[in-house]
């Protein structure tokens, strides 16, 4: 490893407040071009791949309930390969892509093929100068928010809060629209070196092997980022799912090797909490994210506390910087430089034509 290992992740982890503000602001003012796509459309595909995926079901979630038009979440390599499953693919079709070096192989076909069938494409990325936002109708760049690392941090988050706080504006209630604008980056300032401490105490717990990442509702796709960043930093396995639907089947590989993380939702605190009890009696050790403290769940081997009351619908995003530094801590641990990712590349192509 290098002299200062992890120290350009931690920096882009770091940094994550500031870019959120910056981030919410530049959103405020691509608003007007967002609405008028949003009103003209009949549908909007949400789309992406890896992390931009995780993005995608994060911007599903929070227009379905503020955006008032059917939409969906879907990998740009289903619509590539089964457009009909995944959109009806008309004119009045929007199809926003979510790409962090605007480059990415299955993204770009797919948004050519959508534009041949005459859909609207909205890029929402990281890197201007490149392929997918070249061919967008529109795009919303969000600059600073590349990273320095290999791994998609600060990128990841910045998407989920430009479409939070866009699709948040659609929203009739004042109290909504002003929720991002002027105090999500506080809260993750005021958390984050408690979260990365946090992160510190579970990635240096040698008997973890593994992990497993739960979250229902809008923050499913926070535990799908949570478990691609887990794995690309410490080659070790793991895996997502809504959070009861943890009991079916997957409990039965509970351990002392694992590490189980929880987002307990608000709507779904009572159902939460149970299972976390009930899943710690299994042996594994748990890391429970909460809006604010909850009898009993002091026996967690882990919580990371927030501490006000929040939207189910933000939560996931604050919640990432924890998973972000437990995935580092972890890597680090193993003997693997986050900065170093050797197998992993940072612009994730590749070369179609030479298959059949």
């Not at 042996?283 to 506390?305: C, H, Q, S």
Request: charge should be negative; proline fraction near 6%; hydrophobic fraction near 40%.
């Amino acid at each position: 490893m290098s002299e200062n290992p992890a120290s350009l992740t931690l920096a882009d982890i770091r940094r994550q407040p500031a870019v959120w503000q910056a981030t919410a602001a530049r959103a405020k003012e691509f608003f007007p071009t967002f609405n008028q796509l949003a009103r003209d459309a009949d549908e909007v595909i949400f789309m992406g791949a890896g992390c931009s995926y995780a993005v995608a079901q994060y911007a599903q979630a929070s227009f379905q309930q503020h955006g008032g038009r059917p939409c969906r979440a879907a990998t740009s390599m289903d619509f590539f390969q089964f457009p009909k499953w995944v959109s009806s693919v008309q004119a009045r079709s929007l199809f926003v892509l979510f790409t962090r070096s605007g480059e990415t192989t299955e993204t770009l076909e797919a948004q050519r093929y959508a534009r041949k069938l005459g859909a609207k494409i909205l890029c929402v990325t990281s890197t201007e100068d490149a392929p997918i936002p070249k061919e967008a109708h529109e795009i919303l760049y969000l600059p600073d928010t590349l990273e320095d690392a290999i791994l998609p941090t600060v990128s990841t988050t910045s998407m989920m809060i430009a479409m939070q706080q866009l699709t948040f504006m659609l929203a009739e209630e004042e109290e909504v629209k002003h929720l991002l604008m002027g105090r999500i980056h506080q809260l993750l300032a005021t958390n984050l070196e408690d979260q990365i401490e946090v992160g510190r105490r579970v990635g240096e717990n040698e008997e973890i092997r593994r992990a497993a990442f739960l979250g229902s509702g809008p923050m499913l796709g926070a535990a799908y980022a949570a478990s691609l960043m887990w794995q690309m930093a410490t080659a070790l396995p793991a895996s997502h799912s809504p959070v009861f639907e943890y009991r079916h089947g997957p409990m039965e590989a509970c351990g002392p090797d694992l590490l189980l993380s929880i987002l307990i939702s608000n709507a779904g605190r009572r159902e939460d909490v149970a299972l976390a009890r009930e899943m710690k009696m299994r042996g594994p050790k748990v890391l429970a994210n909460m809006t604010d403290p909850i009898p009993g769940m002091e026996r967690m081997d882990y919580t990371d506390i927030v501490g006000e009351q929040l939207s189910d619908y933000v939560r996931g995003s604050l919640a990432l910087p924890l998973y972000q530094s437990v995935a580092v801590h972890r890597a680090l641990a193993l003997g693997r430089d986050p900065d170093e990712l050797g197998t992993h590349p940072p612009i994730i192509t590749i070369d179609l034509s030479q298959y059949v």
